[in-house]
Nanobody
Framework: VQLQASGGGLVQPGGSLRLSCAAS????????IGWFRHAPGKAREGVSC????????FYTDSVKGRFSISRDNAKNVVSLQMNSLKPEDTAVYYC????????????????????????WGQGTQVTVSS
């Protein structure tokens, strides 16, 4: 089972990026999926999540209205569309899955807690800078 985040890069403030979380050996459509980020000198932060069964989506306050999480079940991908990017969004972004018990890790009131996810992918660097 492998998860891989991709789509990062260098973008100017106000720009957009679309991150993808792809899986091999695992079907994502019934799993709670979380997006996290880790910036130098800061704690890992849960950014957004989507539940595996009941359609729950959550965003942390700092990205609400700018980021959007979605599934493409045909491609077995969960995406994170990031708009109006700010320098403080600079970080390595990771996706993670909870392999058991859907609708547990991702709840309407959040937060996105790393310990509720048991499978992690490699990260992708997002740098927002002029």
């Amino acid at each position: 089972v492998q998860l891989q985040a991709s789509g990062g890069g260098l973008v100017q403030p106000g720009g957009s990026l679309r991150l993808s979380c792809a899986a091999s050996g695992l079907t994502l459509d019934s799993k709670d999926i979380g997006w996290f980020r880790h910036a130098p000198g800061k704690a890992r932060e849960g950014v957004s999540c989507i539940s595996g069964g009941d359609g729950v989506i959550f965003y942390t306050d700092s990205v609400k209205g700018r980021f959007s999480i979605s599934r493409d079940n045909a491609k077995n991908v969960v995406s994170l569309q990031m708009n109006s990017l700010k320098p403080e969004d600079t970080a390595v972004y990771y996706c993670a899955a909870r392999l058991t018990e859907a609708n547990y890790a991702c709840r309407p009131t959040g937060p996105v807690v790393p310990g509720r996810y048991d499978h992690w992918g490699q990260g992708t660097q997002v740098t927002v800078s002029s």
